[in-house]
């Protein structure tokens, strides 16, 4: 087996995603939680547009979820208590020796390195779960991963943040060498890049502690769309910095020195909690088009759909508010993943 992670511009079969229930994250107040439930549901609305989606649903959230969202989206049925699907569900796979066989990285998903608020053990199974649902052969992983800690080129590129990936609540015994063969053996991945850390916000105690999908992405071989906060006064303006240094002295699998784009960040620097991670770089992909984050902010928002236009062209870009997603810890990316095509 040559197991491969097709580049996220590859076509779909489908897009996956969980439903939102009541607990810690979702909010302390009814408005807080509605805000969650619609913000969950206008995005599952924007991708059904363009791609079939599959919801994971908790029985206790079926009726809500039937009333709220597009009659188009198929559910699935099943316990959840988290609902970042990218993080806790599978990681599709392709083996290009074998046509038409799908497979899915179920990684160890232990609530991004088991913080004491997390509760994870219903949605840790869903990777096996879907799996069987759609009849994908499971590549299981000793690793612990989320879906948010990686991008690839689909060409052997790899996208990795030390401080996710070798993060000793996730991986103590893991070295970069460890990793990195378990990227090839799962994803194909054999260039691995690795960035030293992610933004500012990421290491709350509601934090991924440095996912790279709110980062970097690959939107071609040998390009990268990077975040950029060009204000001073927020503490990425020197994160971003570093970055960019780091991705200039790597190459990717094609011995390539990466076309950094930048991606500006919008222009609100904080809410209640402080500084934010409002990033641009964590929009989905999907056939003929790409969902984008908004931020309420007309000029911004703009400009970010035309860099995005550019670097996928012939694609609709369509922007969804997502601040209801960050303020709960995460973007569009991080609460979908898609599940690639495969013919026979």
């Known amino acids: 087996m040559a197991w491969r992670m097709p580049s996220e511009t590859t076509p779909h079969e489908r897009t996956w995603m969980a439903f939102p229930r009541a607990g810690l994250t979702l909010g302390d107040t009814d408005a807080e939680r509605e805000e969650g439930y619609a913000t969950w549901s206008a995005v599952a609305a924007a991708v059904a547009r363009f791609e079939p989606v599959t919801m994971v649903v908790d029985p206790t959230e079926t009726a809500r979820a039937r009333r709220m969202l597009p009659a188009d989206v198929t559910l699935l049925e099943a316990p959840v208590d988290e609902y970042w699907m ?74 990795l943040t030390a401080t996710v990936q070798l993060d000793p609540r996730r991986n103590p015994f893991a070295d970069r060498a460890r990793v990195e063969a378990e990227m090839a053996r799962t994803l194909g991945a054999t260039t691995p890049v690795w960035l030293s850390r992610g933004l500012t916000r990421d290491y709350d105690d509601f934090g991924t502690n440095g996912h790279i999908d709110i980062v970097a992405t690959i939107p071609s071989p040998g390009r990268i769309l990077l975040h950029d906060q060009r204000d001073p006064a927020h503490p990425d303006h020197a994160v971003t910095a570093q970055l960019r240094s780091e991705l200039e002295e790597q190459t990717d699998a094609a011995g390539r020195r990466f076309e950094i784009v930048s991606l500006p960040a919008p222009e609100t620097l904080t809410d209640a909690h402080g500084p934010v991670d409002w990033s641009y770089v964590n929009h989905l992909v999907v056939n003929g088009g790409v969902i984008a984050c908004g931020f309420g902010e007309e000029r911004a928002d703009a400009q970010a759909r035309a860099i995005l236009a550019e670097a996928y062209p012939g694609r609709e870009i369509v922007t969804v508010d997502a601040r209801g997603l960050f303020a709960r810890g995460g973007g569009i990316h991080c609460i979908t993943q898609q599940q690639p095509a495969v013919t026979a």
Do not use: C, K, Y
Not at 92 to 106: H, I, M, T
Not at 114 to 140: F, K
């Open 86 to 159: 990218r993080d806790h569900g599978p990681t599709f796979v392709v083996d290009d020796e074998r046509p038409g066989v799908l497979g899915a990285v179920d990684w160890i998903f232990n609530g991004w390195g088991a913080p004491d608020w997390a509760q994870w053990q219903d949605s840790a199974a869903h990777a096996r779960l879907i799996a069987g649902e759609v009849g994908a052969e499971l590549v299981s992983s000793m690793l612990v991963n989320e879906g948010g800690g990686i991008h690839v080129d689909g060409e052997g590129t790899v996208l």
